[in-house]
């Protein structure tokens, strides 16, 4: 089985700055593309931040020259650097990842639990 944790939500004003940290463990051969994505009460999960192994990147308009997403291969984790926030990234974020699975090794979708970031106004 494989788990991912996020860690590092929380409260900031307007302007300030988070950085989200999601790690992966369990039975893992290795890990493909790596995702996060956020949910606001009454909205759709949404598709922010996208890190392929290669460590090409993409990113949602809303965060882009925002947000920076990173992973580490060896440590199996992947990082949502976060500046500029304004009230509207209010939501809960979640770590997404396909992992390649060692016993059986299969490609498989995982979700975080998800991590609360409040922007204050």
């Known amino acids: 089985q494989v788990q991912l944790v996020e860690s590092g939500g929380g409260l900031v004003q307007t302007g300030g700055s988070l950085r989200l940290s999601c790690a992966a463990s369990?039975?893992?051969?290795?890990?493909?593309?790596m995702h996060w994505y956020r949910q606001a009460p009454g909205n759709q999960r949404e598709l922010i931040a996208t890190?392929?192994?290669?460590?090409?990147?993409n990113y949602a308009d809303s965060v882009k020259g925002r947000f920076t997403i990173s992973r580490d291969n060896a440590k199996n984790t992947v990082d949502l650097q976060m500046n500029s926030l304004k009230p509207e990234d209010t939501a809960v974020y979640y770590c997404?990842?396909?992992?390649?699975?060692?016993?059986?090794?299969?490609?498989?979708?995982?979700w975080g639990q998800g991590t609360q970031v409040t922007v204050s106004s």
């Open positions: 997404n990842a396909d992992i390649w699975g060692l016993t059986p090794r299969r490609l498989v979708n995982y």
């Open positions: 369990g039975n893992i051969d290795s890990i493909n593309t």
């Open positions: 890190i392929f192994r290669s460590e090409r990147t």
